[in-house]
């Protein structure tokens, strides 16, 4: 067991690259804790108007979950998907051995863009299998009791909350919801004591077990908990990640998860190859090249949290 803990984990302000040079918040992985459950990366980009084009790139070894808060996407991918994505629509894509995919705002302007992607890393059963594209526009949605004010509603968007199960595909004991506390509202939280758990403020104010969060950051809660309390002035959004803590060291380099360095240096080949592992994503005559590697080994990061 881990036990409860309460660690705030600070986003940091990461260049995404490319030609329009967007800005991104990265809260996972962190450097004292590589994963949540199997939770592995939290970026946050907006909100900002933006002409998004991040052109094809590979996955391995984890699947993407895109939350949209603000404005359109359209995602492509070596499997064949062309979709729009919006607001309360969850985009999962499961990389397994291999896939690649594209993601643009709608448009050829800048539009006003905000929105959650996080992956969570694949266990070995699944991590060598086939790629997956799936779309949920419903969603779950569970109703909070609150112990003072009005009641407040979490979307299951992956995994399971409060004996609520997403529709969407998983390969190990996880959650990710999204959490709306109307103002002047608060409320328990319930959580499995067997999971870790943390929560990310998106908007709005919220104290979390009597933690004054600020806005992108994320409270580390550990396990051990069977609830948490939180509570809102003005109103809230969060956005709860947790699950049975990861087993495996996993080394992620780039847009790449696996075991070890030789696995990430494959990959790395094979995309720069063009190799059939990754495909092609149909209307593009670029791809994002793979940058160099480092001179050292790659190595898993610890968890010292
Ligand atoms: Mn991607």
Do not use: K
């Not at 939280?189 to 908007?203: F, G, M, N, Q």
């Not at 996993?250 to 990959?267: L, P, Q, S, T």
């Amino acid at each position: 067991m881990i036990g409860e803990r309460r660690i705030v984990l600070e986003p940091r302000e990461v260049p995404l690259g490319g030609v329009r040079g967007m800005n991104v918040l990265r809260v996972l992985p962190h450097r004292n804790l590589p994963t949540i459950g199997a939770w592995c990366f939290l970026d946050r980009f907006g909100p900002a108007d933006t002409r998004m084009r991040v052109e094809p790139h590979p996955h391995i070894g984890l699947q993407t979950v895109t939350w949209p808060l603000v404005g359109e996407i359209r995602h492509r991918d070596s499997l064949g998907s062309d979709v729009d994505l919006r607001r309360g629509q969850l985009n999962l894509m499961t990389a397994g051995n291999g896939i690649s995919h594209s993601e643009y705002s709608i448009g050829d302007e800048p539009i006003p863009l905000d929105a959650l992607q996080l992956w969570v890393v694949l266990p070995d059963g699944a991590r060598r299998g086939p790629g997956g594209f799936e779309r949920h526009t419903d969603l779950p949605q569970v109703a909070l009791q609150a112990a003072e004010g009005t009641v407040a509603t979490a979307t299951v968007v992956l995994g399971e909350f409060a004996g609520v199960t997403s529709p969407a595909t998983v390969h190990t004991p996880i959650v990710g919801a999204e959490i709306v506390v109307p103002a002047g509202t608060g409320i328990r939280l319930p959580l499995r004591p067997e999971w870790e758990h943390a929560l990310l403020l998106v908007e709005g104010d919220a104290i979390v077990a009597t933690h004054d969060l600020a806005r992108n950051d994320m409270l580390y809660l550990g396990d051990s908990r069977d609830a948490v309390e939180v509570s809102s002035v003005q109103g809230a959004l969060l956005f709860l990640i947790g699950g049975e803590p990861f087993a495996d060291e996993i080394v992620m380099w780039w847009n790449f998860a696996g075991r070890d360095h030789d696995e990430i240096v494959e990959a790395r080949t094979e995309w720069e190859a063009a190799s059939d592992r990754f495909g092609v994503v149909e209307g593009h005559d670029v791809r994002i090249p793979a940058p160099p590697l480092p001179d050292v080994r790659l190595m898993p990061r610890g968890r010292r949290i």
